[in-house]
């Protein structure tokens, strides 16, 4: 498979830019893939009147329907976030069209490092604090930068406090129905019942999936975070509430309160009605992983090695669904049965 990307890249690389003189590309290799996405680091080397040009990239090619989208979207994203200061890598091209490699992809700077999650397993105390206050900086730094440099004017985000929730009940239920979910249905009621206290301080720009493994870490300790494709304008605690959760399920309650706290302290406030939106991230990580465990991960945009993965997981999940009760008192039997199903 690699030689075959190689082959093809080099063949894209040369129509793209061919004022570059003995352009090659070299050093090809497959990295672990995403859930979305298949990477591989290359380079790509051409002819200067200086010299040889080495830049040292990414390839990262997009999965499911909407991969052409998700790509382009992401390649907006990540170049608006730049201009904004915001630290991740830099992009260089993005193809919607699957033609030239099988499926559409962005390529971008490689980032030479490893993930904060690595450096944060490893760390001793002191360090692992550190870690956790440039992690909630980064956070809280992309909640405060102007959404409109990223959506423009919308009436809407700016007059509608309600927009977000409202948002969120709606796509929800056409989830629920598409896939057939009624047991999912009380826990629309049990939100809908709480609209009223959710109305939305202000529009911020959400990463939706903001964890330390995607946060990478230079050798000089300086910060680039990758992986935008669910980038969007919302009501930051939709994000927060999903990174609690995730702490929660894969490293512990008390890692989850650590953020929460440093969060807080560097916001200098605290966070207003935190629980419905901490089961709002429970429903969608139940709701991803009860379609896919029963209709495939492609179902969910994702590649169809993520049901494996999910499997593997069935701990973090089973602690998704207790921190979900938790925080509504209800019981999901679909889910309660898959889960059983896993063994």
């Known amino acids: 498979m690699t030689d075959t990307i190689h082959h093809r890249l080099q063949r894209y690389c040369a129509r793209a830019f061919p004022q ?33 040009v080495r830049q040292e990239l990414i390839l990262r090619l997009h999965q499911g329907g909407h991969a052409g989208a998700k790509a382009a979207g992401e390649f907006r994203t990540m170049r608006r976030l730049n201009e904004a200061g915001y630290p991740v890598p830099r992009v260089h091209l993005v193809e919607e069209d699957a033609a030239p490699l099988g499926k559409p992809f962005l390529i971008m700077e490689r980032i030479e490092g490893q993930s904060m999650y690595a450096d944060f397993l490893q760390a001793p105390e ?24 990223f959506a423009g004017r919308d009436d809407a985000l700016d007059h509608d406090p309600y927009i977000f929730i409202d948002r969120w009940l709606q796509h929800n239920r056409e989830t629920i129905v598409r896939y057939e979910l009624p047991d999912f249905f009380p826990l629309l009621s049990w939100a809908d019942s709480r609209r009223e ?36 304008i919302s009501d930051y605690r ?24 440093e969060y807080q302290r560097l916001a200098g406030a605290e966070v207003e009605h935190l629980a419905p ?14 379609i896919s465990l029963t209709r495939g991960a492609e179902a969910r945009g994702m590649r169809p090695e993520a049901v494996t993965v999910m499997k593997q997981e069935k701990e973090a999940y089973a602690r998704v669904y207790e921190m979900l009760h938790e925080r509504t008192g209800l019981h999901i039997p679909e889910v309660e049965a898959l889960l059983a199903s896993l063994g």
């Open 126 to 149: 002191p360090e692992r604090r550190r870690l956790l206050t440039l992690f909630c900086t980064l956070f809280l730094r992309l909640h405060r930068l102007d959404w409109r440099h």
């Open 277 to 290: 939106f901490e089961a709002f991230a429970c429903v969608r990580r139940l709701l991803d992983a009860t």
């Open 238 to 261: 939709f994000d927060l509430a999903w990174t609690l959760a995730l702490a929660d399920a894969h490293v512990g309650p008390a890692y989850r309160t650590a953020v929460l706290q």
């Open 20 to 52: 570059r003189e003995g352009l090659r590309v070299t050093h090809v290799a497959a990295l672990e893939a995403g859930w979305e996405s298949d990477l591989y680091a290359f380079n790509l080397e051409y002819q200067k009147d200086t010299g040889l």
């Open 197 to 232: 206290a959710l109305a939305c301080p202000r529009p911020s720009p959400v990463h939706r999936d903001f964890h330390p493994d995607n946060v990478l870490l230079r050798p000089d300790g300086s910060p680039a975070v990758i992986d935008w494709t669910g980038f969007g």
